[in-house]
């Protein structure tokens, strides 16, 4: 995980982007601690309590960091202050914008099960005493990478998660269960490449799916008539297509036929269009463009009656809201609920928006709205007179075809004997036709699927190549990344050795239990009676884990939060060297408060935030 940026909004806030080392340095009581909390606390970590301006004065809102996790995902996490069982997850995108449609709101259990995938180390149960079990927890994870001021350095690990998970801090099973997730031979090579696969398994299974559906659909009960039975038997697309161009070229030619009937038959009909339905026919053409006419304009009256209305609305909203807010004595703000600055009641100015009164405002848009009013009537009055015209040309009009209708009856009844061949063979072209039509369209249907299908399985075969080839990748990473866990302890012990030695300015034998305890010269840490060593070998212990991942891929958390770790009992000369060492490695974030009193240790590049008792990290 790399973190970006860290942002508290409220009365009182901060924002503050990250680099590769950050030192933040302040006097006592300016935020040091309350910052490195911040950062658990946005992380899904418990925390008791924090300085007054958060816990009780409610000067903050909530806390956002943005981080990079090992998926490659970038996130912005943000919860509530002080306290909150919810944290907002929004995703961001390469212009560092949020993507809203994707976020969720999750419990803390959630955010951990998803910080713990995303991150390579999944989730698992981790059984301790009793049989008892434990669910592991991301916050377990920065137990391993932190260094606060209210854990005992002989504990080595941060007792993380607050009061209320004090008995899961003090198990020796869940410690030495966090140091394994740490030593793990996964790397971020591997978990992308697992994330990927794992995408690509869901791709591939919801395309199986679908092809399923299309190849039940393809032969589904509107194909099963036994009149498309043998369309049901042609799977070749090309016999299909062959079978298709057939039909089309058969009703083409039907066409030509059928055209040529209907023509003899029209010539034989022409009898019809004597003097009398020509001029029917004219009538006709005259009452349809009257009609339309007619239809312009109540389409017209209409648009105007509606922004009439619309009008009339907006002046009885302005009238009812002067009535209403006039009578309501607002002193205070309804948005903001600060108290507003309103004028006492004067006949020349607005006590509100502070313009100039004119009294004769209201008789005017009273005025003005009665006459929209008439207008609106008179204009619905002229709408119904039209509507009545339409309806009246209509009834004309469809008496005018019924004579035109019982004409055509009366000539086709007397042709009938004669014309009776010609139209039993339209007829008869008409029904081939429409059986072909019906062929055809089926045909195009299935043909659909078919090749619906067929597009499916060549995705499908494409993803199950990316699925082989994804695997052939990961498993030759997992052998190129493989060490056995006695060569990764060995090359741990061997870093913490040194660089304990280095720090400690002492040349000691250091070595780790079974569970991953510090033996200093064959003692027990908790045994230890020097305070300045249990100091410096807690330190230690955290810095080897985390210069261990550049030598060898295990899978640490890629930063390190360290309180203030100048402790008392470690004298100037120690702590030097410890900040030399923590600078020595290449890659990981280093984020580390301390006191403003040591600012010459420091290296001035990395100093990223100074607190002084009139500059303290909220402002």
């Not at 966090?178 to 591997?190: D, F, Q, R, W, Y």
């Not at 039975?229 to 058969?250: A, D, G, P, T, Y």
């Not at 078919?450 to 052998?479: G, H, M, R, S």
């Not at 200093?520 to 045994?527: A, F, P, Q, Y």
Request: glycine share 4%; charged share 30%; net charge negative.
């Amino acid at each position: 995980m790399i973190l970006k940026k860290i942002v508290v909004k409220g009365e009182k806030g901060l924002s503050l982007n990250f680099g590769k080392i950050n030192y933040i340095l302040g006097e006592n009581a300016t935020g040091k601690t309350t910052f490195i909390k911040l950062v658990l606390y946005a992380l899904g970590t418990n925390i008791d309590s924090f300085i007054d301006e958060i816990d009780k004065e409610n000067m903050t809102e909530q806390v956002e960091l943005d981080v990079e996790l090992k998926s490659g995902s970038v996130y912005r996490f943000i919860r509530k202050l002080p306290r909150s069982e919810t944290i907002l997850v929004v995703p961001l995108n390469e212009l560092n914008e949020m993507i809203e449609e994707n976020v969720q709101i999750m419990n803390l259990e959630e955010f951990s099960d998803m910080l713990l995938i995303e991150e390579g180390y999944g989730t698992q149960e981790i059984p301790y005493g009793n049989n008892h079990k434990a669910n592991m927890r991301y916050y377990f994870m920065l137990r391993a990478v932190t260094a606060d001021q209210d854990t005992p350095a002989y504990k080595i690990l941060a007792d993380l998660g607050g009061s209320i998970r004090n008995y899961i801090n003090n198990q020796m099973l869940i410690k030495k269960a966090i140091v394994e997730a740490l030593l793990g031979k996964e790397n971020t090579e591997v978990q992308k490449a697992r994330l990927k696969l794992q995408k690509l398994f869901k791709e591939r299974s919801s395309l199986l799916s679908k092809i399923q559906i299309m190849g039940e659909v393809s032969s589904s009960n509107i194909f099963s008539k036994e009149e498309f039975s043998e369309i049901l038997k042609l799977r070749n697309k090309s016999k299909i297509v062959e079978k298709i161009e057939e039909i089309k070229n058969e009703k083409n030619r039907l066409s030509v036929e059928q055209s040529k009937y209907i023509s003899k038959l029209e010539t034989s009909n022409s009898k019809l269009d004597d003097k009398v339905s020509l001029e029917l026919a004219r009538k006709i053409a005259k009452i349809r463009q009257n009609i339309n006419e007619l239809i312009l304009q109540r389409d017209d009256i209409t648009s105007v009656s509606q922004t009439i209305s619309a009008e009339i609305e907006k002046l009885k909203k302005m009238i009812v809201a002067r009535q209403v807010i006039t009578l309501i004595p607002v002193e205070v703000c309804p948005v903001c609920l600060q108290k507003m600055n309103v004028l006492e009641s004067s006949d020349e100015h607005c006590s509100y928006c502070k313009n100039q009164i004119n009294n004769n405002d209201l008789e005017r848009i009273s005025q003005y709205k009665r006459m929209l009013e008439e207008s609106l009537y008179e204009a619905n009055k002229v709408r119904i007179e039209l509507l009545n015209q339409i309806k009246e040309e209509e009834k004309n009009k469809k008496s005018t075809e019924n004579r035109i209708e019982k004409m055509k009856e009366k000539f086709i009844n007397e042709q009938k004997e004669k014309n009776t061949p010609i139209e039993n063979l339209i007829i008869s072209i008409k029904q081939r036709a429409e059986r072909l039509t019906k062929d055809e369209q089926m045909l195009e249907v299935h043909l659909g699927y078919l090749n619906a299908v067929d597009e499916l399985k060549l995705e499908k075969n494409k993803l199950e190549f990316e699925i082989n080839t994804l695997k052939d990748e990961l498993e030759q990473l997992e052998k190129n990344i493989y060490y056995s866990d006695v060569d990764k302890l060995e090359l741990w012990e061997e870093i913490f050795c040194e660089e304990l030695n280095y720090v400690f300015g002492t040349e000691m034998d250091v070595t780790l239990d079974s569970e991953y305890t510090p033996i200093i010269d064959e003692v027990n840490i908790r045994n230890i009676s020097s305070a300045s060593l249990k100091v410096a070998t807690r330190l230690s212990y955290i810095t080897s884990l985390f210069h261990l991942h550049e030598k060898t891929n295990i899978n640490h958390l890629g930063f390190i939060l360290l309180d203030s770790p100048k402790d008392k009992d470690l004298d100037i000369d120690k702590y030097g060297r410890f900040l030399k060492n923590l600078e020595k490695g290449d890659t990981g974030q280093v984020i580390l408060t301390g006191s403003i009193l040591e600012m010459d240790l420091y290296n001035k590049d990395h100093i990223i935030m100074t607190l002084l008792s009139d500059r303290k990290l909220l402002q």
